[in-house]
C-alpha cells in the first residue's frame, strides 16, 4: 500500500486552495490518490486527512460511500456496463458475457495483466440508448459486440506509460501544472 507522494499532495495542496474550505476538496482528492495508485490505499486516506485538515475517519467515510473510488487494485481500464431494466431488456447480459469472454475475467476482477476490469453499475441515465457502458467521461451508446471488440483492441494497442488524468480531474488541470491553466 502506498503513501501520496510529495507530487500527489502538492496536487491536493493546490485543489484545496480553489475553496474557501480545504475540505470541500476532499472529492478530487480522493481521485489523485486513486490516479497515483490505481485506487484509494489508507496511507492515501491519513495522507490526505493530514493535508486537508479534517479526520481520517471523515475521508474514510466519504471514500467509502461512493462507489467510483476503489479500494483494492482494479484494472487500469474500468468498464462501467448499466445493468438496469432498459439496458438489461436490451442486451446488456449478451455485453457482459462478451466481457466475460474477450477478457477471460468475471465482473469485479482484473485481468491478470492488470490492464481491464468490467463491472455492472446501476442506470447510468442513457436508458434511451441501452445497452449504455460507461468508460472514462465517454458513453457507448447501443453497444455491441462488435464495439467492444474495437475498444478493447484500441486500449490493447495503446503503450504502457503514465496513468492519464482522470475525467473528474481535467478541470484542475495537469499533474503539477499551474492552476491557472485549467479551465475551472
Ligand atoms: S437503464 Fe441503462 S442507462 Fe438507464
Known sequence: MAALTEQSKQRIEQIARRYPEPRSGLLPALYV???QDGYVTDEAISDI???LGVSPSAVKGVATFYTMYYHRPVGRYVFQVCGTLSCALCGAEKMIKHLEKTLGVKEGQPTPDGKF???TVECLGACGGAPVMLFGDRYY???T???LDKVIAELRSRPDGPVETPPQLKCYGAIGGNE???NG
Open 180 to 182: 491557472n491553466n485549467s
Open 33 to 35: 490518490a486513486q490516479e
Open 49 to 51: 486527512a493530514e493535508v
Open 117 to 119: 476490469m468490467f463491472e
Open 141 to 143: 451508446e447501443n453497444l
Open 145 to 147: 459486440e462488435e464495439e
